[in-house]
């Protein structure tokens, strides 16, 4: 089946440094990903649907210039979290479709990656 | 607005018990629907999907039913074990994936 990892699966930083997060589909190609964030006991919560080669759409309430997304490769999305602060401490977790399926289809999840900025 | 509800929002039976949990969505122009495993500080297992053309979907001891009509779906797990324990989530998939609050369970050997 289709495979989603994420690296790190922990992070801890300290406030005001940058943070990059890496999504990778392991065996297939995924024109669109997707990132997620959920706070403790709180429900997933899209942040943004990156394409590859073009700019990521965020979701309303998510800045952009603050969580930064590249999709550079269809195997590869990053989450750039700039200037991190407490508030940003949370679990994000990506996600990835098959070419030509969008959001419509199955997503693929990677593990997650557990944020605490200090 | 699409929304996705679960209840109960946690659930605690003994070993051994048949449950269901419930997903309400307020828009049934829904794709497909998914259901999630999460246990604690870890990612997402998808468990079952469901085409908006479906009306159940089966894995094992799981079972996922879907009725657009009335924006419902079910989880039915038969037998429960104390490794089912975890949090369940259902996402209604638009344009986007609209995830549910999610259901804690706890089976208690």
């Known amino acids: 089946g289709a495979v989603v990892s994420q690296h790190p699966s922990r992070v801890i930083c300290k406030s005001g440094t940058s943070v990059k997060i890496e999504c990778r589909s392991l065996d297939f190609q995924a024109t669109t990903m997707f990132w997620y964030r959920q706070f403790p006991k709180q429900s997933l919560m899209l942040m943004a649907t990156?394409?590859?080669?073009?700019?990521?759409?965020?979701e309303q309430g998510v800045e952009k210039d603050k969580f930064l997304i590249n999709h550079a490769s269809l195997t590869l999305s990053t989450l750039t979290v700039t200037s991190a602060h407490p508030e940003d401490s949370s679990f994000y977790i990506c996600?990835?479709?098959?070419?030509?399926?969008?959001?419509?289809?199955?997503?693929?999840f990677g593990p997650g990656t557990r944020l605490t900025v200090l | 607005k699409q929304e996705v509800t679960q209840i109960p929002a946690a659930l605690s039976v003994p070993e051994g018990e048949n449950l269901v949990l419930n997903c309400s969505f307020t828009?049934?122009?829904?794709?497909?629907l998914q259901w999630f495993r999460q246990d604690p500080g870890k990612g997402l297992t998808s468990l079952l999907l469901i085409q908006s053309s479906q009306r159940e979907q089966t894995s094992g001891r799981l079972n996922a039913s879907l009725d657009k009509s009335s924006g419902r779906s079910t989880l039915y797990i038969a037998a429960s074990q104390p490794g089912d324990s975890a949090t369940y989530l259902c996402a209604g998939n638009y344009d986007k994936v609209i995830f549910g609050p999610g259901t804690s369970l706890s089976v208690i050997p």
């Open positions: 996600s990835a479709s098959l070419p030509g399926q969008g959001a419509t289809d199955t997503q693929y």
């Open positions: 990156s394409n590859e080669g073009s700019k990521a759409t965020y």
């Open positions: 828009d049934s122009a829904i794709y497909n």
